[in-house]
């Protein structure tokens, strides 16, 4: 339930992208070393933590649903590749 999960959850976080002066108003963008961290978070981890999204795109597809819709084919190709 709702009122369960909430009392489970240590925090939470939200950030204004419209307000933030370094965004120029994109709700995601590459910071420093962040292509590399970007690699690093694409590959599994173990054989039982894998991620997708925008973050884990690479080239033009980053930051784009475009890139979140790829990085979910090559999660679904390493979760198979792990079974």
Do not use: C
Not at 32 to 60: H, M, N, Q
């Amino acid at each position: 339930t709702v009122p369960a999960l909430r009392k489970m959850m240590k925090s939470a976080h939200t950030h204004n992208w419209d307000s933030d002066p370094y965004s120029l108003g994109a709700y995601t963008y590459v910071g420093v070393e962040g292509l590399e961290k970007s690699r690093r978070l694409a590959r599994p981890f173990g054989d039982t933590l894998v991620f997708a999204g925008e973050a884990t795109a690479e080239g033009d597809a980053m930051a784009t649903v475009h890139g979140a819709v790829q990085s979910g084919e090559r999660a679904a190709r390493q979760i198979l590749s792990l079974l």
